[in-house]
């Protein structure tokens, strides 16, 4: 589809990363680090100013107590520590609970690992979670649940409540929980972000993925980590070593540099998303989709019903071709919309 969209010269509103630069004071930063030579290996397991700085924001804004010695693995993204973490802790016949939808890579990365991925259905229009189903997607196999909140692509934040829950159920089935928060800093509406490894009893079975990549709208740096405790991060970093030695060493100084950004930076960032979220939310159903309104993360889920039936398709691949005719060939309303609020973004 993104070949489609660039051929038709669309606007591709579907693949999660921002179309503006990064800000000066970052580029600048990983510019000084090439000039002072920092482009040789780094220590496999990431920089020491990286993993202090990985630790010092971890205790100021989530609130976890970290050693930047023992418990941060520095990682190319929040993919590979993803499958780091699964591959480091699965075995053959084990589960990992998945909530769908769920990010394209959870499933595979489970199957990868050697496990077996039991999928959780979040419910629309609130993407709640059904806490019977979640208990029955537990058992004797189960050795992790994947959590992504803020959530891609609901626009999710897990509540407390919803977190407590997840908490019980790990320290009852003794499994892990591997959350992805690389989504933290894009919330709306007074929503608030917690991490699980803050709840009681999790801190020593929760891995933590990030990445500068969302927060800092540098997606193509591939700079991400975890934080766990030392067993898990011990057997994290030998699977990291394997799969790609270390992240970029310029691009680890620039991240220790971004993550002491005042709080400004990040309360720019939310108003900047938030009025982009309301502008793509009114725009959308004005065009006939039926959409969830996120409270995190920078995604919008649609539901294509009505149009389909205006269209006369049957499923939503097929509406997405005849929107990119529509956007190619002939003058629509809903190219004009799209014209329009990107020119005033």
């Given amino acids: 589809m993104t ?6 010269g669309g606007l ?6 921002p179309d503006f630069e990064a800000t000066d004071e970052l580029k600048q930063a990983a510019i000084d680090a090439v000039n002072r030579g920092l482009n040789q290996y780094s220590i496999t397991h990431g920089e020491p100013a990286l993993r202090q700085a990985i630790a010092a924001k971890a205790l ?7 050693d930047p010695d023992t418990d941060v693995t520095v990682t190319c993204g929040a993919t590979e520590a993803m499958v780091a973490t699964l591959t480091a802790l699965m075995n053959p016949g084990d589960e990992v609970v998945v ?3 769920f990010h394209e890579h959870y499933g595979p990365d489970s199957i990868l690992s050697g496990a077996t991925p039991p999928y959780v259905t979040l419910h629309a229009p609130d993407w709640r979670i059904d806490p019977g189903e979640l208990r029955a997607a537990f058992g004797p196999s189960t050795k992790a649940i994947i959590i992504n909140t803020p959530n891609n692509p609901t626009g999710k934040v897990f509540t407390r409540d919803e977190l407590s829950l997840i908490a019980e159920l790990c320290q009852q089935w003794d499994t892990y929980a591997v959350t992805d928060e690389i989504y933290e800093h894009i919330l709306y509406d007074g929503a608030r972000h917690v991490s699980l490894a803050t709840l009681p009893g999790m801190a020593d079975r929760t891995i933590t993925v990030n990445s500068i990549s969302k927060t800092y709208s540098v997606t193509g740096w591939r700079v991400g980590w975890t934080i766990a405790a030392p067993a898990i991060t011990r057997q994290i970093r030998k699977v990291h070593d394997f799969l790609t030695v270390g992240a970029p060493t310029p691009l680890q100084h ?5 993550l002491a950004f005042a709080d400004d930076y990040y309360d720019k960032l939310m108003a900047f998303y938030q009025d982009a979220r309301d502008r793509t939310f009114a725009m959308l159903q004005g065009i006939g989709l039926d959409c969830s309104n996120p409270a995190g993360a920078y995604y919008i889920l649609a539901d294509a019903s009505r149009l389909m039936r205006s269209f006369g398709v049957h499923d939503d691949v097929a509406l997405s071709r005849e929107l990119l005719r529509g956007w190619a060939w002939r003058p629509c309303p809903a190219r004009r919309s799209l014209l329009a609020t990107r020119a005033g973004r």
Avoid at 3 to 8: E, F, H, K
Avoid at 12 to 17: H, Y
Wanted: aromatic fraction near 12%; charged fraction near 10%.
């Fill in 99 to 101: 909530f769908e939808p």
């Fill in 254 to 258: 620039a991240t220790a540099a971004a």
């Fill in 3 to 8: 070949r489609l969209c660039v051929a038709a």
């Fill in 60 to 66: 100021r804004y989530n609130g976890m107590p970290v």
């Fill in 12 to 17: 591709n509103l579907a693949q999660g990363f």
